[in-house]
Each structure stands twice: as C-alpha cells, then as structure tokens.
C-alpha cells in the first residue's frame, strides 16, 4: 500500500495554490513560485518558518546581487562578459550567506540570482525582471507558508497512524498543533 504523507500533500497543495494564484492574477508563468513552494515546505510549522525566512533573505540578496551586476555590466560592459561573472557570482553569493550564517539560504540565493542573471527579459528591463522574479519567489514561499501552518493531520488520520509513529514524533506533532491552536 502507497502512504501518501502530509508533506508530500501541503506540497502538492502549496504548488496548486500557485497555479491558481497566477492564473487569478494573470501573472504569467508560476514556475518560480512553484519552486520555492516545493523548497519551503518542511515537515513541521516551526522548520517551514525558518527555511521560509531564510529563503526570503536569500532570494533578497540573490535579487539584489543580480540587479547591482546587471547594472555594472549594461553601464561599463558588453553581455558576452556574463560568461565570466555569473560564476563568480554565485561563489561571491554562497560566501555571502554562509558569512552570515544563512547557510540554509544559499541554494534559493543561487536560484533566483542564476534565474535573473540568464533569463532576464531584455523587454521588460533588470530592474523591473529582478522585482517580479523576487515577488514571485515570495510569492512561492508565502503560500508554502500558509499550507503549512493552516493545514493539520485529520483527526481520523491522527488517530489511524498513531499505532505507525514513534513517541518522539507524537510529542512533534502535539507541541506543532499546541502553538498554533
């Protein structure tokens, strides 16, 4: 027998709540918002809130590193030399981050940087791209966040799996729903 559990479904919830989401608004393509909705999602509240902060610190200073270097290269330099600079980018990012003790950060950090830096609409121009691509990250982690906090184990599938868990997990699972009840 398949088990399906609850991280798997806020997962596949947090991803359909993007979907929607962009669809209402007509914001186009939710694939960003999507990944981060699939990277923030842990298995209790308390973990989602940390990774989810600290995804937003990262796809802040991923954003932002993307926009200065996108502006120094358009300002002094020709395109071809991105080849060069999104690398040391993202080594200059990673250190940033574990420097300030985001370690948990750097993979989201990278993302939205290499996804700003070699994607960027030239249409729409850097700034307004790096905006978008880190309002839809926020975006991403924000429903995450919600699905995580807002959705609970059923009573009848608490009490179905008891027997399955460990009393280390049941104590998990009765000190989550006693912080957010």
């Known amino acids: 027998m398949i088990k399906i559990g609850m991280r798997n479904i806020k997962t596949t919830l947090s991803v359909f709540i993007c979907l929607l989401f962009f669809e209402a608004i007509d914001r186009g393509n939710a694939l960003i918002a999507c990944m981060a909705a699939v990277i923030c999602v842990q298995n209790t509240i ?10 937003i610190i990262g796809t ?3 954003g932002l590193s993307a926009a200065l ?11 071809k030399i991105l080849i060069f600079i999104i690398p040391l980018g993202i080594m200059i990012l990673i ?5 300030i003790n985001m370690k948990q950060a750097v ?7 290499l996804i700003i830096m070699t994607s960027m609409n030239h249409d729409e121009g850097y700034m307004l791209y790096t905006i978008n691509r880190v309002l839809d990250t926020s975006i ?18 608490k009490s179905k799996f008891k ?3 460990t009393e280390s997990e049941e104590i998990e699972i009765i000190k989550e729903e006693e912080k957010y009840d």
């Open 60 to 62: 802040i200073i991923g």
């Open 95 to 99: 250190q940033i981050c574990v420097t």
């Open 163 to 165: 027997d399955e868990l």
């Open 69 to 79: 270097i996108l502006f120094i290269v358009n300002t002094f330099f020709d395109d």
């Open 140 to 157: 991403g982690i924000f429903i995450a966040l919600l699905v995580n906090k807002y959705m609970k184990i059923p009573e009848k599938l």
């Open 46 to 55: 308390v973990d989602s809130m940390k990774i989810g902060i600290s995804r």
């Open 107 to 113: 993979a989201i950090c990278c993302v939205v940087y």
